[in-house]
């Protein structure tokens, strides 16, 4: 199901492309790995929120690449994770946080602030 | 490590990651076991890795792919002019912050002390 949302938000061929060897590659983790990569995907798809289609490959590139080292380097699943995995999963969403929808809100947040207080920042009081 | 610390660090741990940088280029797992053998020990190997994904698509370092015996190739950082700068910044931040919770330290004892 994911998979079908994802490729109509995914554009390109050449993207479905990556997306299906990145998927792929998570797929072929040796367990527990492969159970970890897929839940903390399965968060990202629901909190991610990231529009366009770049960004998500390269992160869901990233992120392949980071459990394909830890299976290399024996690195245990909560090396990696750490103790609160919710937290683990939105520090690195954050780092691919250019362009999600909720930018445009914050960005709709600044002005309609901005306007309120007036554009010399002061309150106008009554 | 507890909660306080956690939280604490979280807002310094960039800083700690590009000033660890500016020493020799690394690679994710040098930076984590670097941190763990200095008492840091409670950092998640993941979390390094998304702070260095951040600070590579800040552009503050240069990012060179070294083939490994296994696995994927290692990604190893090393910090740009640009990286540089950002460093500089965060010790000047990071003296006055120090220094203003180090008075507000010092008066509360002399407050504890007078009473």
């Known amino acids: 199901m994911a998979a079908k949302w994802i490729e109509t938000l995914v554009g390109s061929l050449d993207q479905k492309r990556q997306y299906k060897h990145h998927m792929a590659r998570i797929e072929a983790l040796p367990q527990p790995y492969r159970n970890a990569a897929e839940a903390l995907q399965r968060y990202f798809m629901y909190q991610g929120g990231i529009l366009d289609g770049d960004t998500l490959i390269t992160m869901l590139g990233d992120f392949v690449e980071l459990w394909e080292r830890a299976v290399a380097d024996g690195t245990p699943v909560r090396a990696i994770v750490g103790d609160d995995p919710v937290e683990f999963a939105e520090t690195f969403l954050q780092a691919y946080s250019g362009k999600q929808w909720i930018d445009k809100e914050r960005v709709r947040l600044r002005k309609a602030i901005d306007a309120a207080a007036g554009d010399n920042g002061e309150e106008k009081s009554a | ?115």
């Open chain 2, 1 to 115: 490590m507890g909660n306080q610390m956690t939280e604490m660090l979280k807002g310094t741990l960039e800083g700690i990651v590009l000033a660890i940088l500016a020493r020799r280029s690394a690679y994710g797992y040098e930076i984590t076991a670097w941190l763990r053998d200095r008492g840091f020990s409670d950092i998640a190997e993941g979390t390094i890795y998304a702070l260095l994904v951040r600070v590579e698509q800040r552009g503050f370092v240069d990012v060179e792919k070294v083939p490994s015996a296994k696995g994927p190739p290692r990604k190893v950082y090393s910090l740009n002019a640009k990286g540089r700068e950002q460093l500089a910044e965060f010790w000047r931040t990071w003296s006055v912050l120090a220094e203003r919770i180090e008075q507000l330290h010092h008066n509360d004892n002399q407050h504890n002390e007078g009473a």
